[in-house]
């Protein structure tokens, strides 16, 4: 009876680990991008290992009533990252490969969900 015990409490353990999420509803990486400051002067915003399926609205650029939109996106992560040029992943959109993708100053945006 004893070892019935133990060996069911072994498998209990084993199944908690297995079935553990781990960090797979994030992207790794850095994404950057370019907005302009309350005087003017360009600003480097960025999300460090931003989480993936889930609309970012970029907090600098979130009003469009109050800001101009970012710009120059580079996507340093292991995800495709879509941006959009309204907030909440709304309007026009553009995607960036993992890695390195880019966009010069001509792309204007306001959110991106990561892939």
Request: glycine content about 8%; overall charge negative; aromatic content about 10%.
């Amino acid at each position: 009876m004893r070892l019935r015990s133990t060996v069911a409490a072994a498998f209990g353990a084993l199944a908690l680990i297995v079935t553990v999420p781990t960090s797979a509803g994030a992207a790794s990486g850095d994404f950057t991008y370019t907005y302009s400051g309350l005087d003017g002067s360009p600003q480097l915003g960025f999300l460090i290992d931003p989480p993936s399926q889930m609309c970012i609205t970029l907090p600098e650029v979130a009003d469009p009533a109050s800001s101009n939109p970012a710009h120059t996106p580079w996507n340093f992560t292991d995800s495709s990252a879509t941006v959009f040029t309204g907030a909440n992943c709304q309007g026009d959109y553009f995607t960036l490969r993992p890695d390195g993708g880019h966009a010069t100053s001509r792309l204007k945006l306001r959110s991106v969900v990561f892939s």
